[in-house]
């Protein structure tokens, strides 16, 4: 209950900050996008990972001003970054279901967009894959007023899940994320190799584009890319890390 006090203070304390993680295209090896991942710097037990406290606040309604100050930030950075002219692919921020049940989830969205000036293609949002089964008639409808429709939309954690694969096509979606736990062990472990080759195979066929997150091994990468996976994210590319240090990052690559 204590931690649940402090993470109220937590974000007037401007103890939240994000880090980001590089998407890499398979066949370029250059950066295509970038996924914003929330950290907590707390004051005595120092950093505390998403998994800690994002499902807290999705519990007792903190990750609405998380999520809005999440959101806002990354697309700051985002427009900052596309202005230096350090990338021109898109900003990932991840989405819990309970925002996406907000009424003014959508005018958040826009009002975000034109505040920070990023142009909506420059912000893709991920929603896990039970998130978007269990509210597939709001997901539609959210998707389909947001500005311009330029927005993308992306499926995290995808094959963990229990999707019902006809809805799929009916979904403006532009990307799936093949979860970690398939990526693990490729190209020998055989039943991922089965389930990521399928998934891969899919999402060309219905015209998404397709990453896989975990990569950690130049084996896995090149396996990916002969599968005709279209990116990767993971430990082999880069881990997530601090603003600072992506833009040196990206400075790096460009
Ligand atoms: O960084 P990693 O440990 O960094 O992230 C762990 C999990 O926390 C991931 O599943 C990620 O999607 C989730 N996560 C990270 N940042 C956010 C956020 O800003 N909002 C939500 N809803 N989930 C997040
Ligand atoms: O949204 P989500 O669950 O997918 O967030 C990605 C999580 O995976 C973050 O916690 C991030 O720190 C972590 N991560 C990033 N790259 C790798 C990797 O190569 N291997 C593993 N095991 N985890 C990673
Ligand atoms: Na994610
Ligand atoms: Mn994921």
Request: charged content about 20%; some cysteine.
């Amino acid at each position: 209950l204590s931690l649940e006090a402090d993470l109220r203070r937590a974000i007037e304390g401007n103890q939240l900050f994000l880090a980001y993680q590089p998407q890499f295209d398979f066949t370029q090896r250059r950066v295509i996008g970038l996924e914003a991942l929330a950290r907590w710097q707390h004051p005595t037990l120092g950093l505390v990972l998403p998994e800690q406290f994002i499902p807290m606040a999705e519990e007792n309604g903190l990750i609405e001003p998380i999520g809005a100050w999440v959101l806002e930030t990354a697309c700051r950075q985002q427009a900052a970054w596309v202005a230096e002219g350090l990338t021109d692919g898109s900003m990932s921020v991840n989405v819990s279901l309970q925002q996406l049940r907000q009424p003014d989830f959508i005018e958040l969205v826009t009002d975000t967009l034109s505040r920070s000036g990023l142009p909506a293609r420059h912000l893709e949002l991920e929603l896990t894959e039970s998130v978007v089964m269990q509210e597939l008639d709001r997901v539609m409808q959210t998707l389909e007023t947001l500005p311009s429709s330029a927005v993308r939309l992306s499926i995290d954690d995808f094959g963990t899940g229990y999707s019902n694969l006809s809805h799929l096509k009916k979904l403006p979606i532009h990307r799936l994320k093949i979860d970690h736990s398939l990526i693990r062990g490729l190209p020998l472990d055989q039943e991922n190799a089965a389930i990521a080759g399928a998934i891969i195979s899919m999402s060309k066929r219905l015209g998404f584009e397709v990453l896989a997150e975990g990569v950690e091994t130049q084996e896995q990468a090149s396996y990916l890319h002969s599968l005709e996976c279209d990116a990767g994210q993971g430990y082999l590319f880069a881990g997530p890390m601090s603003a600072q240090d992506c833009t040196d990052f990206l400075r790096d690559q460009a």
